[in-house]
């Protein structure tokens, strides 16, 4: 379905709007989108017209009514004070690109609006001197500086279907290296739909390599550019395929005969009708928009897997032709002729074998056809290994459609996530923080509070202000580990506390940042850690001395989790934290940065509970980094608790 006007288009549409709008007045500008604009005319002829003007898609005169802000922004004020009030003197097309020039007098002094029509086209307004006044919207080019008070400069264009002599037509077919639709497609100012007609209405091959071209076949060509890009009549129409509009033209193409056609008085109305009037598609969801790419991508794959196996079968099935042809060819290098120079000799050759050659390059690569089918042979491998090469293929293709339908697994179970309703909360009344959240905390499995510092400060703070004679102390040989203390408040403390404190330790120490799976860890009494050294020792600031046994927990595995719990962020050992959260994820030593990571767990939280403000109040990413041990992290996988 076409998207834009070509330029065939452009120049139909500047004939027209010359005829009726040149010698008219210029109403207001009004802005109805970000790439839209609407110009009220008062035209010499026909009264009041309104011309629409999209950037790099369509301009057009239009008889539909159109909302805009009551509030011109700067581009339309911008056309108000520079156009309004001025005569239409000019519209043109630059050469046969996708630009038109609308000359504007006002005062004596010219200026010009450009519509440009090409891809991320924009809309400018010159001043008499083809300065850049302003810009519906800001372009970058390379080789062009777009910025107000630069000149404007038009697009470098390649040669002109219209004007492009006989000779000039020869010369380029003649340098081509390639077929005739996409010599002319590229070198000349037109699309692919134009180039096709032109070889139609040629009656030449597209196909066919330019080079080749016969003098009266060259002369069909360039009858056909005239034909094509300088009509004599205009007969506006959209032409429409099962039902549904598929171009609009000011003149019948014969690539679309056999179609249907709704005709129309002028072009604008052709354009108004086929850009304006059609039903906007509903916008497809992402998801289902990739298992629909996933399950045709399988179904290509395993369509070309099977034809290469079919050409691999077949080269077997002509066994003895092939190994004829690849012989002739051999035997030919042996006496010193190069590929180049054997494929001048077939191409006259009246050989059998020689048939079924259509091209052969320097490096021994040839084309063939076989049973109607062609297919590329290398001439430096016999008639196995080149069957081989196609088998190969098809075992690249099979890896690519189990690979394809592996994601399509996973396409779908996401769609199925996305399905399922997220949870909510009602909001909350923010709660005054505890005194033990400044630090490292959590509460065990047994119901005891554990605290740790999160630095040499903190710590501290722990031994002079909370720890007491009846809690126990829990610190790791390894430097930079929290001062952790269990508050047991003259209770007996259980062995899952025990070993849930050892582990908390270790988590937050060094031993975690150096990326280790476990460590060791020392319980001893509150009353044997002191910070008074050995006479002449010193210790420093968050430094304390142990005097007395340790009890040791050896190998004592890191690991932490981090979740929600009654409209609460708590994080610490798995064992104490999993079983009271949801949502929740584990967290194992890993490659991301706190920040990062945290930003991942965030996004986790944000699909499970649908009331964003709720969340950033209780977790949000600068709360989440504070549970998260130093160093690398990653989560746990399969962790993330649903």
Known sequence: MKKAM?????????AELRERLVGGHVGKAYQLNAETISLSIQSPREARLDLLMEAGRRIHLTKKERKASKTPPQFPTMLRNRLSGGRIADIQ??????????????????NYLIVELFPKGSMILLDESKRILTMLKKMVFRGRKMA?????????????????????????????????????????NMGGTYGEEVCLQADVDKNKSAAELETEEIDRVHKALVDVFMPDTIEPHIVLKDGLPLDALPKPLKLYEGLERRGYDTFSDALDAFFVDRVAEPKQNPIDRRIEIQRKAIDEFASKEKELVAIGELIYQKYTDIEQLLKVISDAKVKGFSFAQIWEKIRTSELPQARMIRSMDHTGKMGIVLDGTEIDLNAGLNVPQNAQRYYDLAKEMAKKAQGAREALEITEALKVSKAEPKKTRTAVRRRKPKWYERFRWFTSSDGFLVIGGRDADTNEEIYAKYLEKRDLVFHTDAPGAPLTIIKTEGEEVQETTLLEAAQFAVSYSSIWKAGLAAGDCYMVKAEQVTKTPEHGEFLKKGAFVIRGERR??????????IGIEDGMLIGGPTSAVKPKVDPGVEIDPGEYNPDDLAKRIYRFFSEKIDDRAYLKS???????????????????EGSLKE
């Open 148 to 188: 107000k008070g630069e000149e404007y400069l038009y697009h470098t264009i390649q040669l002109d279907p219209r004007t492009i002599s006989r000779s000039e037509l020869s010369g380029l077919l003649a340098t081509s290296e390639q077929d005739l639709v996409r010599t002319i497609v590229r070198c000349m």
């Open 552 to 561: 040791y927990f050896r190998d004592t595995p890191v690991g932490t989790a």
């Open 93 to 110: 097309q630059f050469d046969l690109d996708r630009v038109m020039e609308i000359t504007v007098d006002r005062g004596g002094v010219s």
């Open 6 to 14: 070509s330029n065939v288009d452009v120049a139909a549409m500047v």
């Open 618 to 636: 209780i977790a949000s990413v600068d709360r989440i980094v504070q549970f998260l041990p130093p160093g690398g992290s990653r989560i746990k």
